[in-house]
């Protein structure tokens, strides 16, 4: 987990509502602190901890799992604990249920208790389920009577009735819980203690584990505390919510509102300056239309690309431009042509075809497939592929080399051979993903070529040199670095009058800002943006055949970590300079790469934008 993760409160939003309630109080946490303490050396026999106590070099850390926690739960409340994995959620449930005694501060409930916090803990696997519920409840503290009285409810509910007599060893992990969960929920308790039970065992399990806890809730009244990972079970099932990070409150309040933060901020690394900013606009209540923001979404790269070829090609394409999705510089280069042919990219692997590819395919029904390949991609086995996934007969023309570099090089001599090329050239090193990414809309707009060199050369490429003096381009476009690309080796070509424009940012995201600035100025030429695509900076190929989109669309791509606060604040912070000029954000992915609330987010910046320029 990153070291920078925020613990500090979250004071403007971590006030519980403190309308008069005079429900009694069931659980009360009074500044409940936890400290273990951690050997500061592994000792693997008693001799040598005897050894250490006499030497008196017994040293221990002090770890604190819990710091200063305090809330109220009262009488028919359903209360959330929210944390990442290791921020003390479960520590803080053992101390209620009296597993633990806490190191500092005092910890009430009132009322009879029932902890799910390790469901099959207390089952002997030798044993068959009949002689493990009896074991199993007496553990728990109920008479053998009682569970006899409930012993046909609790197997109903387990739905085990034809394995009651076969030793648990041989029952599945999802079977024990069944049996756990139905003995532990058998009695009705007024406080109930719930610890990730809601995601052990099968779909259906889990509906049933929620629709008997949501019955002792409704029906009963019955106090419940849960542990969840499930940040929508928690909005749904609870009114209140705490937020824990690290063993510190950060938020805690209305279960919406604490859950709709934590989707947000929740385990994300970043300065508190950032999260300071995010956390602004999150509580930011203007509220955004359906106009300003949407998605687009595929279930795969392969998808994606096939979901922006049918956006923007209504009938049929002359020309498609076929790349290995597999080899992210190979669907890179290609940009530059496909933009000369008016083409959309569309993307296979090299052992089929997939359906989406398949399916546009046939819809285009191109006359000429220009294939781009860097590896085993051989003419004849796509030819084969072809044949067997899509039908029909093409042409191909296919592009192959050894390496990335000497593919760029053969795309930009079959371009320059056609006359396809513009005035523009952009070179660059293999592995530059983001800034090119970023730059595409105008590579596949201005029909600009890629020229790659390998990351690990000192010094510009003499190939690259030869080609770009042969072309006579205008404007030469280099990303990277005075190490891959020193001024002295582009002096020639300003001298002939070429400009040459670098753009190198301190990071993904300053370079990402840096070039589409220039996009803005130099090619949009206007202080409109009709659309900013959002991409995952995690997961470029996303946006690798969006640039047909962007360049028809006059759009930039913007990239965002939705995991990195510096990041999403850096996301804003464009926005918002751009004072009102966009008119609209789409998040290029599913839920994986955006949630609700992250698009939510960067469409209020969207929205306030408009409005403060209005003022």
């Known amino acids: 987990m990153p070291e920078n993760i925020n613990i500090s409160p979250l004071s403007a939003a971590s006030e519980v509502d403190k309308a008069f309630d005079d429900r009694p109080v069931m659980v009360k946490v009074d500044h409940v602190s936890m400290v273990f303490n951690m050997a500061d050396a592994q000792l693997n026999s008693l001799k040598e901890y005897a050894i250490a106590i006499a030497r008196r070099e017994l040293m221990f850390k002090e770890f604190r799992a819990l710091d200063g926690i305090s809330f109220e739960v009262r009488k028919g409340d359903v209360f959330g604990i929210l944390g990442t994995n290791g921020s003390g959620k479960s520590t803080m449930?053992?101390?209620?249920?009296?597993?633990?005694?806490?190191?500092?501060?005092?910890?009430v409930v009132r009322g009879k208790m029932a902890p799910l916090i390790e469901l099959g803990a207390g089952f002997d696997m030798e044993l068959t389920a009949r002689e493990?519920?009896?074991?199993?409840?007496?553990?728990?503290?109920?008479?053998?009577?009682?569970?006899?009285?409930?012993?046909?409810?609790?197997?109903?509910?387990?739905?085990?009735?034809?394995?009651?007599?076969?030793?648990?060893?041989?029952?599945?992990?999802?079977?024990?819980?069944?049996?756990?969960?139905?003995?532990?929920?058998?009695?009705?308790?007024?406080?109930?203690?719930?610890?990730?039970?809601?995601?052990?065992?099968?779909?259906?399990?889990?509906?049933k584990c929620e629709?008997?806890?949501t019955e002792l809730i409704k029906e009963h009244n019955v106090t419940v505390l849960i542990v969840s990972h499930n940040n929508d079970q928690i909005e749904r099932l609870c009114n209140k919510a705490i937020w824990i990070e690290k063993g510190h409150t950060r938020m805690i309040g209305n279960a919406k509102?604490?859950?709709?933060?934590?989707?947000?901020?929740?385990?994300?690394?970043?300065?508190?300056?950032?999260?300071?900013?995010?956390?602004?606009?999150?509580l930011d209540p203007i509220k955004p239309n359906r106009d300003c923001y949407g998605s687009i979404a595929a279930?795969?790269?392969?998808?994606?690309?096939?979901?922006?070829?049918?956006?923007?090609?209504?009938?049929?394409?002359?020309?498609?431009?076929?790349?290995?999705?597999?080899?992210?510089?190979?669907?890179?280069?290609?940009?530059?042509?496909?933009?000369?042919?008016d083409a959309p990219v569309l993307l296979i692997q090299e052992d089929y075809i997939p359906d989406s590819t398949a399916q546009e395919l046939k819809?285009?029904?191109?006359?000429?497939?220009?294939?781009?390949?860097?590896?085993?991609?051989?003419?004849?086995?796509?030819?084969?592929?072809?044949?067997?996934?899509?039908?029909?007969?093409?042409?191909?023309?296919?592009?192959?080399?050894?390496?990335?570099?000497?593919?760029s090089h053969l795309i930009f001599e079959y371009g320059l051979e056609r006359s396809l090329w513009s005035d523009s050239v952009i070179v660059t090193y293999v592995g530059c993903v983001t800034d090119l990414v970023t730059l595409s809309p105008y590579t596949y707009g201005q029909r600009c070529?890629?020229?790659?060199?390998?990351?690990?050369?000192?010094?510009?490429?003499?190939?690259?040199?030869?080609?770009?003096?042969?072309?006579?381009?205008?404007?030469?476009?280099?990303?990277?670095?005075?190490?891959?690309?020193?001024?002295?080796?582009?002096?020639?070509?300003?001298?002939?009058?070429?400009?040459?424009?670098?753009?190198?940012g301190k990071d993904v995201f300053d370079a990402n800002a840096l070039i589409n600035d220039w996009l803005t100025r130099e090619y949009l030429k206007s202080d409109?943006?009709?659309?900013?695509?959002?991409?995952?900076?995690?997961?470029?190929?996303?946006?690798?055949?969006?640039?047909?989109?962007?360049?028809?669309?006059?759009?930039?791509?913007?990239?965002?970590?939705?995991?990195?606060?510096?990041?999403?604040?850096?996301?804003?912070?464009?926005?918002?300079?751009?004072?009102?000029?966009?008119?609209?954000?789409?998040?290029?992915?599913?839920?994986?790469?955006?949630?609700?609330?992250?698009?939510?987010?960067?469409?209020?910046?969207?929205?306030?934008?408009?409005?403060?320029?209005?003022?």
């Open 93 to 107: 449930l053992k101390i209620i249920a009296g597993v633990l005694e806490p190191s500092e501060g005092t910890c």
């Open 132 to 207: 493990n519920i009896y074991l199993n409840g007496a553990l728990l503290g109920y008479p053998r009577k009682f569970v006899s009285q409930h012993f046909d409810e609790i197997v109903e509910f387990a739905e085990i009735k034809q394995f009651l007599d076969m030793p648990m060893k041989n029952y599945s992990s999802g079977m024990v819980a069944r049996i756990a969960f139905a003995i532990a929920t058998v009695i009705v308790p007024e406080v109930l203690i719930v610890d990730e039970v809601l995601s052990v065992g099968d779909f259906m399990f889990q509906q």
């Open 211 to 213: 629709r008997r806890i």
């Open 257 to 282: 509102d604490v859950c709709d933060t934590y989707r947000v901020l929740g385990g994300h690394a970043g300065s508190p300056e950032a999260e300071k900013r995010v956390f602004a606009a999150l």
């Open 299 to 341: 279930d795969s790269r392969y998808g994606m690309a096939a979901k922006f070829a049918g956006l923007c090609f209504e009938g049929t394409a002359q020309t498609v431009v076929l790349v290995s999705g597999d080899r992210n510089m190979d669907c890179l280069v290609s940009t530059g042509l496909a933009g000369a042919l």
């Open 363 to 407: 819809r285009l029904n191109p006359d000429e497939i220009v294939l781009i390949n860097s590896g085993d991609l051989p003419e004849v086995r796509v030819s084969e592929m072809l044949e067997q996934y899509v039908g029909g007969a093409y042409r191909i023309t296919c592009l192959e080399a050894p390496s990335y570099p000497e593919l």
């Open 449 to 504: 070529p890629i020229l790659l060199q390998e990351q690990s050369l000192d010094c510009f490429s003499k190939l690259n040199v030869n080609d770009i003096e042969r072309a006579g381009f205008k404007t030469i476009f280099v990303l990277g670095d005075e190490r891959g690309f020193p001024d002295i080796a582009f002096e020639s070509f300003r001298l002939r009058g070429a400009r040459v424009v670098r753009f190198c």
């Open 528 to 615: 409109e943006i009709n659309e900013l695509l959002i991409a995952a900076a995690w997961n470029a190929p996303d946006a690798f055949a969006a640039p047909v989109y962007a360049a028809k669309n006059n759009c930039l791509i913007l990239l965002e970590d939705p995991q990195n606060l510096d990041s999403v604040a850096c996301a804003i912070a464009y926005i918002e300079g751009k004072k009102g000029s966009i008119k609209k954000v789409t998040f290029i992915g599913d839920r994986i790469r955006f949630n609700d609330m992250d698009k939510m987010l960067l469409a209020k910046i969207v929205v306030r934008a408009k409005k403060d320029q209005t003022c």
